[in-house]
């Protein structure tokens, strides 16, 4: 990344030495000699210093393409659970100034958004633990159990609340300004069809079958059918759909997320392997994931453990991922399930 030139170049143009350069930052001047002459670089918490003591943003450190920079922190979001504020202030400061790249402009605001999301879960995990703590204090405090529906984005019952109405409208608008967009209805479809709004769902879904007539389609008929109360309907609907189409992995995959909603779990988990069975290399882990949810529900810890075991082996062999956020989410739920199963 050529940052030891850089920092030679931006000293030399400020005519300082490395001993004055050193002090500055509390180091030896010998580190800065290192830095230069491309030995080392420089630990990630002094770059911030190292740009306010130049006058540059961090950014300009590096004699990096723009396309790098990206890349590194969409992988730093992807890998680390808790962002340093050193990396978070390197991540926003630079993808607000991408935001004026027209070259850039579109992955820098969709990295800004996943940034943000990435902290606000940070915040609701800190949330849920004091909520629970302050529970602990005082069971029957009204405002802890409301923190903590907050922090778990629990059901809301107040229907001013829960209610998708804004979404719904941003929806509405973009399947006009997208037409040919067919994941646009789906989104449409969901909040309509959890507001109890089916029959503009029915509309909706007509329209999307024009653009895309594939099995999201019969899917999609069945959850209209679910919501209408129609449960019967339903899964005649979702059995029909994967008669059509027994090598598509999605429809087993579809239907074993909506037998799960209706808590058939042992149809669940055998629609969940059959996807699995037949998607394609490298496959999605949500199979694995929701064979585990519903073990730990049916109270059979020891396997939902073992299906956080076998997940972590297939994102190795999958994805060839051995740490990181992806792996360490699921030790947390082997963790906990381990202490359920001492109890």
């Known amino acids: 990344m050529n940052i030891g030139r850089k920092i030679k170049s931006l000293r030399l143009q400020k005519s300082v030495t490395q001993e004055e350069l050193a002090g500055h930052l509390s180091i030896s001047a010998q580190a800065v000699s290192k830095w230069e002459n491309e030995i080392t670089t420089p630990d990630i918490q002094l770059l911030p210093e190292l740009s306010a003591f130049f006058g540059v943003t961090i950014d300009e450190l590096f004699d990096v393409e ?4 990206l890349e590194r922190i969409e992988n730093m979001l992807h890998i680390k659970r808790i962002l340093s ?4 202030d390197y991540a926003e400061h630079f993808l607000k100034e991408k935001m004026e790249d027209n070259a850039h402009r579109g992955k820098a605001l969709s990295l800004l958004a996943d940034l943000h999301n ?23 405090w009204k405002c802890n159990h409301v923190a903590l529906l907050w922090a778990q984005h629990g059901t809301m019952p ?10 719904i409208a941003y929806y509405q608008q973009f399947v006009k300004e997208n037409p040919d967009y ?41 959850e209209i059918a679910w919501a209408a109360g129609k449960h019967n309907e339903a899964y005649s609907i979702w059995a029909d759909m994967v008669k059509q189409e027994p090598d ?24 969940n392997k059959m ?16 064979i585990a949810h519903i ?11 073992e299906a956080w075991e076998e997940l972590i082996r297939e994102l190795e062999t999958e994805w060839n991922i051995t740490e990181g956020e992806a792996i360490d989410r699921p030790l947390r739920e082997i963790a906990q399930l381990k202490e359920f199963v001492k109890e």
């Open 66 to 69: 723009d396309q790098t920079h």
């Open 85 to 88: 504020k050193v990396d978070y």
């Open 118 to 140: 990435h902290e606000a879960a940070m915040h609701n995990e800190q949330a849920e633990y004091y909520a629970k703590e302050a529970l602990k204090e005082n069971p029957t």
């Open 158 to 167: 107040d229907w001013n609340y829960s209610n998708h109405h804004k979404r």
């Open 182 to 222: 067919a994941r646009g209805y789906l989104y449409l479809l969901d909040e309509l069809i959890a507001d109890g709004r089916l029959e503009e769902a029915e509309g909706v879904l007509a329209q999307m079958k024009e653009v895309e007539d594939d099995c999201r389609v019969k899917m999609y008929a069945g």
């Open 248 to 271: 598509n992995w999605l429809v087993y995959a579809y239907t074993a997320d909506r037998y799960a909603a209706g808590c058939r779990y042992k149809e669940a988990i055998e629609f």
């Open 275 to 290: 996807a699995f069975k037949l998607q394609p290399s490298p496959k999605y882990m949500d199979a694995a994931e929701c």
């Open 295 to 305: 073990h730990e529900i049916t109270g059979e810890y020891e396997r939902a453990v």
